[in-house]
């Protein structure tokens, strides 16, 4: 089966599946998107993916996978070691809340689309920087001490899974937005620990085809 990863190089969502890919051996090409040129908006991705989102797996045979949490489950069915999801179903929905508070409670609030739409509706930029940063807060509030809880390491456990391909490429957002990062330290100390990895590592923004120099 070969794979291609639509990808850009420091969006979260796509960064996310990186990291599944990374975690599973899952080799795949990249095919790099342009966000704010507006490649996504394009005729011909819009025939990959109808939503115009990143990221979008086309796994062969006319199939393409999209929603990056999707994705992940999909990865964990079709490639289950090393396992990204814990065995026991308790540990499993805490795993899948963890990373549902990033996916859907931080991340659509604060994406390219949404500070595009704020802009036009006539907020600068430093209020534009003050909307995503708080949400960006809130999301960690809720996740510090379930990490703190959970986390032997990593967000839940030992292991990485699910909950730290959304956690890591959301502390990367973080970083971007200045957000003050100093009232969660078990988020930090999860960062700390995935930047030794070697799955994260190569799915870092700054390790991808597209990855543009930034001051």
């Keep these: 089966m070969s794979l291609t990863l639509y990808s850009a190089w420091r969006a979260t969502a796509p960064y996310r599946v990186r990291i599944g890919l990374a975690l599973k051996g899952v080799a795949y090409d990249y095919s790099a998107l342009d966000l704010i040129r507006g490649d996504q908006r394009a005729p011909e991705y819009e025939a990959v993916n109808r939503q115009k989102l990143t990221p979008a ?38 795993v899948r809340t963890m990373a549902l508070i990033i996916a859907c409670d931080i991340h659509p609030l604060n994406n390219t689309r949404v ?9 600068d930029a430093a209020a534009i920087l003050d909307w995503t940063q708080g ?4 999301g960690f509030d809720a996740l510090e001490p379930m990490v703190a809880q959970h986390g032997r390491g990593f967000a839940f ?3 990485p899974t699910i909950a730290d391909c959304c956690l890591i490429p959301q502390v990367y957002s973080a970083n971007r937005y200045e957000v003050d990062l100093s009232p969660y330290p078990a988020i930090r100390a999860v960062n700390e620990r995935a930047q030794a990895h070697p799955a994260f590592q190569a799915a870092h923004p700054t390790k991808q085809p597209d990855a543009v120099a930034v001051a």
């Design 157 to 159: 456990g030992e292991t």
């Design 115 to 123: 500070g595009r739409k704020l802009s036009k509706m006539g907020l």
């Design 135 to 138: 949400w960006i807060r809130d």
């Design 57 to 94: 797996l086309d796994v062969g045979g006319g199939k393409v996978l999209t929603q990056s949490l999707a994705i992940l489950e999909w990865l964990e069915e079709e490639h289950p070691d090393p396992p990204i999801l814990p065995k026991a179903a308790l540990d499993r929905q805490t």
